[in-house]
């Protein structure tokens, strides 16, 4: 049985790092190797510092999946959507290779990237690195919850990884939308705590939706929360905030057993699908940095190894 990445199913954590990488030209026997040992240098470092809970992702972009793996493609795996029909920039961005390093402690999501980057040196170069954190209870900086409905237990896993029946050679890996988003905290600290509220379509202190009477149908919560009716049309979300000098925001990860359902998830939030008449309110407070699609193979395709010698 193929054995799944545990970052993408992990519980929260204190401290969030991301890599994003652009392969060297012709290095891409030398990626797959490297790649192949990752997990197991994460493995170690997760049993030295065992109280830390550290975990990873490891993805492959869209348009470089092909030059790593030409030999098995996933499903449905296409770049980002960037619809020419919405007012808002995506700024969707071809990345080669997003890593994901969570955990309680900072100094152990440091010691992890520098070892991680130590091992792909040479390979790579280094398109941003992004340094995430838990602020409050989950918030995110609009001061609001920011997912309220992520599933547990084993229907994380139905949700999130590719069933055997239907993708048997990528079974247990995981569809990842990545997106930097900067937030307009000036703007939005203008707002009353009502007008935020009837932006995000929720309670500010409980994250509970609005009485349906005041949830307007183009409120961050109508069109962005997830119904729970069925499981197979849901995704799962690992965000988390940052803050740099000059901006802040959110970093957005989001994975799924199918690339549709990612796809639909973001065309809603923008309102180019047929049943969405307006888009997320909570956009006009939003200016997208990046936005990248992925897919996460499992484990034991990574060491595996499939592609041209």
Known sequence: MAREQLGICTEANLHGSYLL???????????RYKLARLPALIERLAD?????????????????????YPDARPLGLVP???PQNSDHELAATPIDLFIQIRSDRQDVNYIACQQVLQLLEGNI???DFIQGFRYLDGRNLTGFIDVTNNLNGRLKRQVA???????PLLAAGSYVFVQQVIYDLKAWQQLTIVEQEAIMGMDKVSGKALDTDLLAAD????????SAKDATKMLLKQNMPFAQLKQQGNMEVSFAATAEVLEQHVLRRLAVTSEVEAPDQLINYCQFA?????????????????GHT
């Open 21 to 31: 990488l652009n392969a060297l030209e012709g290095h891409e026997r030398q990626l």
């Open 161 to 167: 990884l590719v069933d055997q029946e239907l993708q």
């Open 125 to 127: 170069d280094i398109q």
């Open 48 to 68: 030295h510092f065992s109280e830390a809970m550290l975990t990873s992702v490891i993805a492959i972009g869209s348009n470089f999946w092909d030059s790593l």
């Open 219 to 226: 409120s961050h919560w109508a069109l962005a929360q997830q």
């Open 80 to 82: 980002f959507p960037d």
């Open 290 to 306: 990046c936005s990248a699609a992925f897919y996460a193979p499992s484990i034991s395709f990574l060491e595996l190894g499939i």
